[in-house]
């Protein structure tokens, strides 16, 4: 692969995995569970490790640690929240390997997600009660570079993780899911959304988990709303299946959102003025790959950390 940190006069572009977690449960031998890729992790941590590998070689230069589905809420809900911490130093432990394995110097990001379940509204929780279960995993998660947050579909729990992100002291972004309204399931508008976040000074505000053509179409709306954005999409035929509390085992991908063409709206939200890129469910190390390829000699890839200086 071409040197992607040279060439200074490239503007230069956070690159991210792609979709960690389901690559990892697509893997698995006959693992199906609320938990999707923590209970992979659990017994078969091999697998992990081996897509943090993929990623990693594919030109990701920030790697988020697979703990999406590890917050106190849901481990507690299949009874396994004692092993809350044990859960957290295995993800450490799976990508560090991995980066060791490749001798690559990346961004590890800790994963700052919805606390009950994805494409969920406002939960009915107070602010301090939230706040309180983001710093527990901002803590679990301190040994990491920089910290994501992602598939925000509620002002409540955005705002509660950017305050736990913020006392960690580091580089931190912010990512919202859109519906086919354009709206978080919430009902706030993005201009809400990103009105309710910027006073805690994120790094980036994103758009992720949505259906590219969504990030495509509302990439230049986010531009005008805040300096630093960015997007990473999901290649879902439909989630209504999780957001109703079905298993991700009922999803199916997208079979048209080939490398090529994800790539294609990616360049879109780099002309309109992304400065970070990824994937999210369903793009794969073969997406970030070709991503990384075809977009080399145009932009410079750098990590997460590095854009926000």
Known sequence: MPDNNAGADRRAVALLDGGLGQEIYRRARGVSSPLWSVAVMVEQPEI?????????????RTLTLNTYAATPTRLRKQGMHDQLAAIHQRAFQALERAIDANGVQVDIAACL??????????PARSFEDVVDEYVTLAELQAGADVVLIETMTNTLEARAACAAAREQGKP???SFRLEANGRLKSGETL????AAVEGYSPAAIMLNCCEPERVTDTMPELVRLYPIVGG???AFESVEAVAN???????EARAEVSPESYAAQVRQWLADGASV??????ITPAHIQYLADILTDEFRFVRFSQLVR
Do not use: K, M
């Open 172 to 174: 931190f972004g912010v």
């Open 48 to 60: 992990v490790t081996a897509v943090h590998s993929d990623f990693i070689r594919a030109g990701a």
């Open 232 to 234: 990473y999409a999901n």
């Open 191 to 194: 201009a809400e959304a990103v």
């Open 245 to 251: 509390g079905g298993l991700v085992d009922t999803l």
């Open 277 to 282: 890129v990824g994937g999210c469910c369903e």
């Open 113 to 122: 997600p919805p606390l009950i379940a994805s494409y969920q509204g406002q």
